[in-house]
């Protein structure tokens, strides 16, 4: 029993309740305030793969497209440099002067036409260049809507390097640009998600049969502010731009559903399997609120963000060393893959309110407890009536 | 850089925070030969910074504070967690006690 005119509050009670107030009530506090804000998004989830902006567009026959012809998606980076694998397996001539088609597939290995360095001969590759034929929009039997782009290597296929099959491997590190024709989209809101799914429809297996593998990649975005232009790492340093790091990929590269539609086919439903995967940027409440602020203040028109997507650090999980070799990826390889990019939306009005609200009390409470452990002031002990 | 020099703020905070538990416990009969006092007070200091920098987001917190992400509530944050561990600090030197 305790004893009459016992503090109920000691100095040592003090101590842990401060200790307990800074190792466990903070944490958990900041980490509530943050997981609240972060939940503040919309539950329906928009295609940005609708809607005009992303039509059908007809590049010239070479060359750059105009700007308001610019395809929604072009590769940047489509990986490893594999030319001199490319002429030793097609046992091809190879004189690799100016007007070798060898020389052209050197050139679009090693440059985007978006490059500001590539060399002058690049601009007479580009008409063969991956996603800058063939883009075409369609809706598939589920009603969504799709884009198709070349793959890293379509190219070698529509070129005049048809000698040269692909040989099934395309690196460990890519990246490509979502042009604005996709964020010109955005009218709900303000991006608190983004989810770009890439599916090669155009193989499809049994669900025994199905090439799956344990698949694990990083992946980042760089938003990009500036008119639809030539979007390239090289060429954005008088735009503003905000990045997004630390995200990462661990699944399979395939993905199967129950009854669905046989692309394939095209008629009847059944299990199939595709090679696919996809990238979430799910961002936190500090960077939905970085990113508000960025595009507050270079203008706020969504219909001028691009985006710089890159993947890095693949992985074939059970292969040896995790090498990805020759793992099927959806954009890799020689033909067409399909593509949706979807969104949702934040409101960071809401997440504004939570997050500084929270921490403006956070900020108080901090200074209450400095001044509760100065030996001029104990607001605790006078509460409790406790320690003398 | 922002980020890597405000993690000092959590290893400062880690460190008086055993000090001071250390510190209570030897008030009360616990810990009273100087190696035990030093393990104790290293074990709690380590598991204590590992846990705030790896198990929570406050490495994060702290930089969008710091940023200006989270405004003039960001600033008070900052200005509150600094004036505690200087107390802290400042109660050490003085009066050989983080917390009085």
Redesign the interface.
């Known amino acids: 029993m305790a004893k009459k005119n016992e503090p109920k509050i000691t100095?040592?009670s003090?101590?842990?309740f401060?200790?307990f107030g800074?190792?466990i009530i903070?944490?958990f506090s900041?980490?509530y305030i943050?997981s609240i804000s972060a939940v503040n998004l919309d539950d329906e989830t928009y295609n940005l793969s609708e809607g005009s902006s992303t039509e059908d567009k007809n590049p010239p026959a070479q060359g750059f497209a105009p700007p308001n012809q610019r395809m929604a998606l072009e590769w940047l980076d489509i990986g490893t440099n594999l030319t001199s694998s490319y002429i030793s397996a097609s046992n091809g001539y190879n004189s690799f002067d100016e007007t070798d088609e060898y020389n052209c597939m050197w050139l679009i290995e090693q440059y985007a036409i978006d490059d500001p360095n590539r060399p002058a001969a690049r601009d007479l590759c580009s008409s063969s260049h991956s996603s800058l034929w063939g883009t075409t929009q369609y809706t598939d039997g589920a009603g969504d809507t799709w884009h198709t782009f070349g793959q890293t290597h379509s190219w070698l296929s529509n070129s005049g390097v048809a000698q040269a099959n692909y040989i099934g491997y395309s690196g460990e590190s890519f990246s490509f640009v979502l042009h604005n024709s996709y964020f010109s989209n955005i009218e709900a809101g303000d991006l608190g998600s983004l989810k770009i799914t890439m599916v090669d429809f155009t193989t499809s297996y049994n669900v025994l049969q199905a090439p799956l593998q344990n698949l694990s990649y990083d992946y980042s975005i760089k938003f990009v502010y500036g008119d639809n232009n030539f979007i390239h790492p090289n060429n954005i340093e008088n735009y503003p731009t905000i990045e997004f790091k630390d995200f990462d990929y661990n699944g399979t590269n395939t993905k199967c559903t129950g009854l669905d539609f046989n692309w394939a086919f095209n008629s009847v439903y059944q299990a199939r399997c595709h090679v696919a995967m996809s990238m979430t940027f799910d961002f936190?409440a500090?960077e939905i609120?970085?990113l508000d602020?960025w595009l507050a203040v270079n203008g706020g028109n969504y219909s001028k963000v691009n985006a710089i997507i890159t993947m890095d650090n693949f992985e074939s999980k059970g292969q040896p060393n995790d090498f990805i070799g020759e793992t099927l990826l959806p954009f890799a390889g020689d033909q067409y893959f399909s593509v949706k990019v979807e969104a949702q939306y934040s409101n960071p009005q809401v997440v504004n309110l939570t997050?500084?609200?929270g921490?403006?009390v956070?900020?108080?409470?901090?200074?209450w407890?400095?001044?509760a452990?100065?030996?001029y002031y104990d607001p605790l002990r006078n509460t409790f009536k406790g320690a003398k | 850089m922002i980020m890597s020099s405000l993690v000092i703020f959590i290893y400062l905070g880690a460190i008086l925070s055993s000090v001071s538990l250390v510190g209570a416990a030897q008030a009360n009969g616990a810990f009273s030969g100087s190696l035990s006092r030093s393990f104790a007070g290293g074990t709690t200091s380590t598991v204590s910074a590992f846990y705030l920098t790896q198990y929570t987001n406050l490495d994060s917190f702290l930089s969008a504070c710091a940023n200006g992400t989270l405004g003039f509530s960001g600033f008070v944050f900052i200005g509150g967690l600094v004036a505690l561990l200087a107390t802290w600090v400042s109660n050490l030197f003085e009066y050989r006690k983080v917390i009085l």
């Open positions: 100095g040592l003090f101590n842990l401060a200790i800074l190792l903070l944490p900041i980490a943050t936190t500090f609120l970085e602020d997050l500084k609200g921490t403006l956070l900020g108080i409470g901090l200074f407890l400095a001044i452990s100065t030996p």
